[in-house]
């Protein structure tokens, strides 16, 4: 079984185990997830699972899947698993994607939506959120963290603030990804008609440099996502006088997904050292 087989039967087998209710549905060690609404649409929405005990802060997983409708929340829900375990709150976000409502500017306005939303939750501590996507969920999770440089535009001024972003295997130069058609073309579906200026607000290079840390997670032999995008993110990232730093790890595009693998390790060593 190739690993994107494996990924896709123990998202699968994650969603069974969360289907015992839709208002509470249980995750594989019992813990109740809430259903966390932020609209109107069947994908506005994220579902929060926290720790037996003190929580150590929010992390919001973000999924991958070129932002195309035929991949959703399930794949990250080994994840937030993972992140529960480990004594953190893990919300992980579905949003509109392409082919069901989302690509610019919707899915962007999901994702502020989705984050903001956090703020209405009785007895959450948000004092400490963490994006974490992988993909083009890396894109979202870093595009996220850089709200507050987007001024002029109705994502500026965040209710949730991000305080630290993870990309795991992330697209995180637009342009680059259009010129190199990853995706098959993925970007320019995502991005539709949207001119240069709209690209300048949805392309996390164009925000350099970040405010808060920002750790790019990346596997050598990634032929999906180049590592390049985040060699070349964390380099200007840095001569920009941000705090980025690059992680590459032994692996393909979804080892930094695959819970039991050493590069999942990695990132949450990371996530502990923000």
């Given at each position: 079984m190739d690993r994107?087989?494996?990924?896709?039967?123990?998202?699968?087998?994650?969603?069974?185990?969360?289907?015992?209710?839709?208002?509470?549905?249980?995750?594989?060690?019992?813990?109740?997830?809430?259903?966390?609404?932020?609209?109107s649409d069947p994908s506005q929405f994220g579902e929060l699972s926290r720790p037996s005990g003190a929580s150590?802060?929010?992390?919001?997983?973000?999924?991958?899947?070129?932002?195309?409708?035929?991949?959703?929340?399930?794949?990250?829900?080994?994840?937030?698993?993972s992140l529960v375990a480990q004594g953190w709150t893990a919300f992980n976000l579905e949003y509109r994607r392409v082919g069901n409502g989302g690509g610019w500017p919707r899915t962007f306005?999901?994702?502020?939506?989705?984050?903001?939303?956090?703020?209405?939750?009785?007895?959450?501590?948000?004092?400490?959120?963490?994006?974490?996507?992988?993909?083009?969920?890396?894109?979202?999770?870093?595009w996220a963290a850089g709200r507050p440089k987007l001024r002029g535009t109705p994502w500026a001024t965040p209710a949730v603030p991000v305080t630290a972003a993870i990309a795991q295997a992330g697209v995180l130069d637009l342009g680059s990804a259009v010129s190199e058609n990853l995706g098959s073309g993925a970007t320019q579906a995502f991005m539709g008609e949207a001119g240069a200026a709209d690209f300048e607000q949805a392309d996390p290079s164009e925000q350099i440099p970040l405010d808060v840390p920002v750790r790019c997670v990346h596997g050598r032999s990634d032929d999906i996502v180049p590592l390049r995008q985040s060699i070349d993110y964390v380099e200007?990232?840095?001569?920009?006088?941000?705090?980025?730093?690059?992680?590459?790890?032994e692996g393909d595009h979804f080892v930094v997904i695959d819970p039991s693998s050493r590069a999942w390790a990695r990132t949450l060593e990371t996530l502990e050292a923000l």
């Amino acid at each position: 079984m190739d690993r994107r087989s494996m990924i896709a039967l123990v998202a699968a087998s994650t969603l069974a185990a969360c289907s015992s209710s839709p208002g509470s549905p249980k995750g594989k060690r019992g813990r109740s997830v809430q259903k966390v609404r932020y609209g109107s649409d069947p994908s506005q929405f994220g579902e929060l699972s926290r720790p037996s005990g003190a929580s150590k802060g929010v992390v919001v997983v973000i999924h991958g899947g070129f932002w195309r409708s035929m991949y959703d929340l399930s794949l990250g829900r080994p994840l937030a698993e993972s992140l529960v375990a480990q004594g953190w709150t893990a919300f992980n976000l579905e949003y509109r994607r392409v082919g069901n409502g989302g690509g610019w500017p919707r899915t962007f306005d999901d994702v502020a939506a989705g984050i903001d939303a956090l703020g209405t939750v009785e007895g959450l501590d948000t004092t400490k959120v963490v994006t974490l996507g992988h993909s083009a969920g890396g894109h979202l999770a870093v595009w996220a963290a850089g709200r507050p440089k987007l001024r002029g535009t109705p994502w500026a001024t965040p209710a949730v603030p991000v305080t630290a972003a993870i990309a795991q295997a992330g697209v995180l130069d637009l342009g680059s990804a259009v010129s190199e058609n990853l995706g098959s073309g993925a970007t320019q579906a995502f991005m539709g008609e949207a001119g240069a200026a709209d690209f300048e607000q949805a392309d996390p290079s164009e925000q350099i440099p970040l405010d808060v840390p920002v750790r790019c997670v990346h596997g050598r032999s990634d032929d999906i996502v180049p590592l390049r995008q985040s060699i070349d993110y964390v380099e200007q990232a840095k001569a920009a006088g941000a705090d980025a730093e690059l992680i590459d790890v032994e692996g393909d595009h979804f080892v930094v997904i695959d819970p039991s693998s050493r590069a999942w390790a990695r990132t949450l060593e990371t996530l502990e050292a923000l």
